[in-house]
């Protein structure tokens, strides 16, 4: 049985009463997350969900192309595979592990047994769900309306919310990738928010130097995110 405090650093996780969590304990399988893992594949049938706790996950969708871009990013914050209890069983995107780390995993089964007991699990696995639905939402308004400047803060910011310290594993390509945009047009928006003092890039790594300044320098697509996931996630509920 994993300890409860390596569980508790998933934020999810963390918010299940007490009941319902030692419940989990046993069920709960710790795994490795490395750069660029499937966790699952557009159209595949689930086998498992995921509880990020030091990695992130993006979901993208993939064009026949091979062109991508991504929807969302889930981290400590949250869960990755809620096609298994939302009663579909797959989906059209690919979630790939952005920043590698560790997480745990539960079966589909344990999961889907655990919603249909309609108890404090569900009413949880609805507000989040709410919640990365209007990151997805605002994520495609942002792509559409908003710079390649203003869509790469948005998109530190949301990493560095999932994780822990200022610093940032990321080549400029698998942030094109992300983005939907040519690397150069990456380029020379980190080459602005570096020549601005709010970043350092050298080498695949993002230091984050000034957050504030990074925040104010965002559309408010971020702002609307950060405030959904806050009303319906507190990051420890009272148990």
């Known amino acids: 049985m994993v300890p409860v405090s390596d569980v508790e650093r998933n934020d999810l996780l963390a918010a299940l009463p007490d009941a ?4 989990w304990l046993p069920l709960l399988e710790p795994v490795d997350l490395p750069l660029g893992h499937a966790v699952y594949e557009s159209g595949a049938t689930l086998s498992h969900v995921y509880f990020p706790t030091t ?11 091979g062109a991508s871009a991504e929807i969302a ?4 914050e ?11 069983g797959s989906t059209p995107n690919r979630a790939v592990v952005q920043s590698a780390g560790k997480g745990f995993r539960l079966s589909a089964k344990a999961l889907q047994d655990e919603f249909n007991r309609a108890g404090p699990v569900l009413h949880l696995l609805l507000r989040y769900t709410q919640a990365l639905i209007t990151q997805m939402s605002q994520t495609a308004v942002c792509n559409r ?10 998109w530190l910011l949301l990493s560095l919310d999932r994780l822990q310290g200022n610093d940032l594993v990321m080549t400029q390509e698998l942030i094109s990738n992300m983005l939907g945009v040519r690397r150069e047009g990456v380029t020379e928006a980190a080459v602005q928010l570096q020549a601005g003092g709010l970043i350092r890039y050298s080498r695949g790594r993002i230091t984050v130097l000034d957050r504030p300044g990074l925040e104010k320098r965002s559309c408010e697509c971020y702002a609307v995110v950060k405030k959904e996931y806050d009303r319906l996630l507190p990051a420890k509920e009272a148990k």
Do not use: T
Request: with cysteine.
């Open 78 to 88: 949250g869960i990755v595979g809620i096609s298994i209890f939302m009663g579909g």
């Open 73 to 76: 990013v889930v981290g400590r």
């Open 55 to 65: 990695a992130i996950v993006s979901l993208l969708y993939v064009l026949e192309n």
């Open 145 to 154: 309306h908003h710079s390649l400047d203003q869509q790469l803060c948005r």
């Open 20 to 23: 319902e969590l030692k419940r």
